[in-house]
Nanobody, 121 residues
Framework: QVQLVESGGGLVQAGGSLRLSCAVS????????MGWYRQAPGKQRELVAS???????NVEDSVKGRFTISRDNAKNTVSLQMNSLKPEDTAVYYC???????????????WGQGTQVTVSS
C-alpha cells in the first residue's frame, strides 16, 4: 500500500510563513509528478504547484513569487514553502503523487489526508 503523510499546516497571521511537507511511503516503483492542491470551503479543489521528477515546476498564478515547491527524490518527499501568506490562502492543502506502485502497474494518483492552513487577517 502507498501512503502520503502531510505535516506542517496550522494557523498563521497574514504575511507569515508555513512549510508543508509530504512523505510518500509503501510500495513504490517510481514517482512521476508530485504536487500540492488546496480546497477552500465551498470551492473546488485546485492545483497550487506541481513538480516533475526532473525538477520542473508549475505554480498557480495567485501564489507565484510567494510559494515554492521542492522535492527530494531520494526520500520521496515533496515540500511547499509558503511565504507572505494571505487570508485567501486559507484552505485544506492536499499532497498528490502520480506513481507506479510496481514494475507491472501503470501510473496512479495518490492523495494525502489533507492539512488545514488558516491565515488570519
Amino acid at each position: 500500500q502507498v501512503q502520503l503523510v502531510e505535516s506542517g499546516g496550522g494557523l498563521v497571521q497574514a504575511g507569515g510563513s508555513l512549510r508543508l511537507s509530504c512523505a510518500v511511503s509503501g510500495s513504490i516503483f517510481s514517482i512521476n509528478a508530485m504536487g500540492w492542491y488546496r480546497q477552500a470551503p465551498g470551492k473546488q479543489r485546485e492545483l497550487v504547484a506541481s513538480i516533475t521528477g526532473g525538477g520542473s515546476t508549475n505554480v498557480e498564478d495567485s501564489v507565484k513569487g510567494r510559494f515554492t515547491i521542492s522535492r527530494d527524490n531520494a526520500k520521496n518527499t515533496v515540500s511547499l514553502q509558503m511565504n507572505s501568506l494571505k487570508p485567501e490562502d486559507t484552505a485544506v492543502y492536499y499532497c498528490n503523487a502520480e506513481l507506479r506502485p510496481s514494475y507491472y502497474t501503470g501510473l496512479y494518483d495518490y492523495w494525502g489526508q489533507g492539512t488545514q492552513v488558516t491565515v488570519s487577517s
